[in-house]
T-cell receptor, first 114, second 116 residues
Framework: KAGVTQTPRYLIKTRGQQVTLSCSPI?????VSWYQQTPGQGLQFLFE???????NKGNFPGRFSGRQFSNSRSEMNVSTLELGDSALYLC?????????????FGSGTQLSVL | AQSVTQLDSQVPVFEEAPVELRCNYS??????LFWYVQYPNQGLQLLLK??????LVKGINGFEAEFNKSQTSFHLRKPSVHISDTAEYFC??????????????FGQGTTLQVKP
């Protein structure tokens, strides 16, 4: 069974640009959540989608958005990039709707903003 | 609000020695507790989780953790570490309720350095 796939693996952008990251969950998983990982702030929750609906959102500005498609694949978008958006963005999937479920993480997309 | 504190940012230990990685949490509501491990250039992998019941939880790779409600702690232990255990370890909590699905609150992480 394939794991969680995130593309691209690395990305370099400049300030002011926008970026789209992609996540393909494990087959059969319907929940996709996104996390930002930085050395200073650690791992922070961005948002979670289930059946194409955003159910939960972290404390990030509106420049960060996401969506989920009918096949459960998810994308997140960051507009008007800032230097502080440089981070590893991790996607995680799980089967259902319980908060005690194991999350399966992808290897992440390393975003560098210059 | 919930918070997680990992008391050590780095823990150096020699191979085959025991290790304990400490985690304390704060929450006014019931939470589930997790330990995840992150190897270099990889995502996170679940080691173990505490949902309810026995306070001693056994996980993969010989790790175990003990939930202590009175001390709000969830320390991770391994009796004998290997070089391959070198990684970053994260303690995390989640709150019951569908509005919190997918949301884990992580500690800052503890880097375990196993020396030969």
């Amino acid at each position: 069974k394939a794991g969680v796939t995130q593309t691209p693996r690395y990305l370099i952008k400049t300030r002011g640009q926008q970026v789209t990251l992609s996540c393909s969950p494990i087959s059969g998983h319907r929940s996709v959540s996104w996390y930002q990982q930085t050395p200073g702030q650690g791992l922070q929750f961005l948002f979670e989608y289930f059946s194409e609906t955003q159910r939960n959102k972290g404390n990030f500005p509106g420049r960060f958005s996401g969506r989920q498609f009918s096949n459960s694949r998810s994308e997140m978008n960051v507009s008007t990039l800032e230097l502080g958006d440089s981070a590893l963005y991790l996607c995680a999937s799980s089967w259902g709707q319980a908060t005690n479920e194991k999350l399966f993480f992808g290897s992440g997309t390393q975003l560098s903003v210059l | 609000a919930q918070s997680v504190t990992q008391l050590d940012s780095q823990v150096p230990v020699f191979e085959e020695a025991p290790v304990e990685l400490r985690c304390n949490y704060s929450s006014s509501v019931s939470v589930y507790l997790f330990w995840y491990v992150q190897y270099p250039n990889q995502g996170l992998q679940l080691l173990l989780k505490y949902l309810s019941g026995s306070t001693l939880v056994k996980g993969i790779n010989g790790f175990e953790a003990e939930f202590n409600k009175s001390q709000t702690s969830f320390h991770l232990r391994k009796p004998s570490v290997h070089i391959s255990d070198t990684a970053e370890y994260f303690c995390a909590v989640s709150v019951r309720g569908s509005s919190n699905t997918g949301k884990l609150i992580f500690g800052q992480g503890t880097t375990l350095q196993v020396k030969p």
